[in-house]
């Protein structure tokens, strides 16, 4: 698994602690498996908020990720 491509889209200075938060369900996991077994490959963007702790948006990235399966040499 690799980061495959990301963009940054700065909103504001971050002249302060900023936070994100990454949820990982069941239905991804599904469907990255679902992926694994039919193609070998699963490819997905994703978006990332990155708030202030007041709750200022600031920056917002967006990750693709490639996950691939590893085969036993």
Known sequence: MWLKSASIQFLKPG???L????IITDAMIE?????????G???KS???EI???????HAI???????G?????
């Open 15 to 17: 002249r302060c602690d």
């Open 19 to 22: 936070y994100y938060n990454i």
């Open 31 to 39: 469907e990255a498996e679902i992926a694994l077994i039919s193609k």
């Open 41 to 43: 490959v699963f490819v």
């Open 46 to 48: 994703y978006t990332i």
């Open 51 to 57: 708030y202030s702790k007041t709750g200022r948006l």
């Open 61 to 67: 990235a967006k990750n693709e990720i490639y996950v």
């Open 69 to 73: 399966k590893k085969f036993p040499s």
